[in-house]
């Protein structure tokens, strides 16, 4: 456990910055003097493949109740969602403190997780995309994620299906916190193995569920990042698991991404 702690603390590196890239950018707290080795995610996190999908885990536990209660609490001290018209803020290039130290726990959380490659090398990733949580040259890049999203959703309030845009890498973190709820996952159109050819095939045109609770962590990558639209319907009725409706509440979701570069 030691040199594997050891090991993350070696190669950890500082977020970078960004010109400009968006008007969107938001000022926060300076970053640079972020303790790399320092993680926040719970003591028992829990990874589960979602089998019917190659590259999507799912890392129940990923915070505690305590984690999730500061991480909020340093989200709130920015000040970007204070008027409640406000349910969105974006960060481009140099993260927050809070979010650099979030990147980090993530990658430290899959180093640790028993499913780590060994090398450079992702022929294991290509040949046994089961055991792969998450290719290696994406979980060593520099900085693992520099693009930032933050998404309140009161009851009721959710988010249509969609693929990520194509301006930002494979290789997607989402942590859900709050409010328990069910993501739901549809093939695209004209994919790999899209919905008419499923029907051709005679296989079920349903769309597989992922029930998140607060503190979960959600990895995309492949297959699941490029051919499978993401979604949450929390309409009346459609927040569902194991039969029983979900207590809906207020949810706050942090996406953490990696631009492409530009040019």
């Excluded at 910055?17 to 993680?39: G, H, I």
């Excluded at 290039?93 to 650099?100: E, Q």
């Excluded at 994406?138 to 009721?156: A, D, T």
């Excluded at 992922?210 to 309409?235: D, F």
Aim: proline content about 4%; hydrophobic content about 35%; aromatic content about 8%.
């Amino acid at each position: 456990m030691e040199e594997h702690k050891t090991l993350v603390k070696d190669v950890f590196g500082e977020s970078s910055d960004s010109d400009d890239e968006e008007e969107q950018q938001l000022q926060s707290k300076d970053s640079s003097n972020v303790d790399p080795s320092e993680s926040i995610f719970g003591e028992s996190p829990n990874w589960e493949r979602i089998e019917e999908i190659n590259g999507l885990w799912l890392c129940r536990d990923f915070l505690s109740h305590d984690q999730q209660s500061l991480l909020l609490s340093e989200i709130e001290e920015e000040g970007w969602l204070v008027e409640a018209s406000h349910n969105q803020a974006m960060r481009f290039g140099n993260l927050p403190v809070w979010a650099i130290k979030l990147s980090n726990s993530i990658r430290e959380v899959v180093l640790l997780s028993g499913y780590v490659l060994d090398s450079m090398d992702n022929s294991n990733c290509n040949e046994d995309k089961e055991v792969c949580l998450f290719p290696s040259d994406l979980i060593w890049r520099e900085p693992l994620f520099n693009q930032l999203i933050v998404n309140i959703y009161q009851p009721g309030e959710g988010i249509c299906a969609h693929v990520d845009l194509m301006r930002f890498e494979d290789g997607i973190a989402i942590v859900s916190l709050e409010s328990s709820c069910v993501m739901h996952f549809s093939r695209v159109e004209g994919g790999a193995l899209d919905i008419g050819k499923e029907y051709e095939m005679g296989l079920p045109l349903t769309k597989i569920p992922v029930y998140m609770t607060p503190g979960s962590l959600v990895l995309m990558w492949g297959e699941a990042r490029y051919l499978w639209k993401h979604e949450i319907n929390r309409k009346p009725g459609f927040q569902k698991w194991e039969g029983k409706d979900i207590d809906q509440k207020r949810r706050t979701s942090i996406t953490l991404r990696k631009l492409c570069p530009t040019g």
